[in-house]
């Protein structure tokens, strides 16, 4: 019996087998991360691209869009602005740029006014004749998109977390 002992114990054949078994969980949980990773660093950058286009879309919009600084809610411009963001395009068809962008209101729309002397473009060039008195309109664009994990998916963890971008633009005018 001793010796059909020891005959197991050196026998060599389905080491392989056991060493594969144990590494397999760990080397697919770093292929499936690293496959998060990209999707989610991705995702952000469509979500960045997003809301740049949208800030320069509403900046080229006519001053009369922005009379009094303030974007006028509901309106036009903000909801074209919103699509442009969520869509790529104005009239809001096609497809949205990621699956959990479902919904406009996502995306908001504000504008400040600057309104201190210090700069050289208050009151100058095309600021001059704006309706609110040469003060400078600047648009913000910011936007909240949820990203749904792909271990989320899998029931694996948290299911989703949120995607943030903003970004500004002074408005010139059409």
């Not at 006028?72 to 740029?97: H, I, K, L, M, Y």
């Not at 006014?113 to 208050?122: I, K, P």
């Not at 899998?154 to 971008?165: C, F, I, P, R, V």
Request: charged share 15%; hydrophobic share 45%; glycine share 10%.
């Amino acid at each position: 019996m001793t010796r059909s002992l020891a005959a197991l114990i050196g026998n060599r054949r389905g080491s392989a087998a056991v060493e594969m078994a144990l590494v397999l969980p760990i080397l697919l949980f770093l292929m499936c991360g690293a496959v998060e990773a990209g999707n989610y660093f991705l995702s952000e950058h469509v979500v960045d691209k997003a809301v740049r286009d949208a800030a320069r879309y509403a900046a080229r919009l006519p001053f009369a869009d922005y009379s009094g600084c303030a974007v006028p809610s509901p309106g036009d411009a903000e909801t074209q602005t919103q699509r442009v963001a969520r869509f790529g395009d104005p009239d809001g068809t096609g497809n949205a740029r990621l699956v959990g962008w479902t919904a406009d209101s996502m995306t908001t729309v504000t504008i400040s006014c600057d309104t201190s002397t210090g700069h050289s473009y208050v009151n100058n060039g095309i600021y001059a004749d704006f309706p609110n008195g040469g003060e400078v309109p600047v648009i913000t664009v910011t936007a909240t998109v949820p990203y749904n994990t792909f271990f989320g998916w899998l029931g694996l963890g948290s299911a989703s977390l949120s995607l943030y971008a903003t970004s500004q633009a002074a408005v010139i005018g059409a």
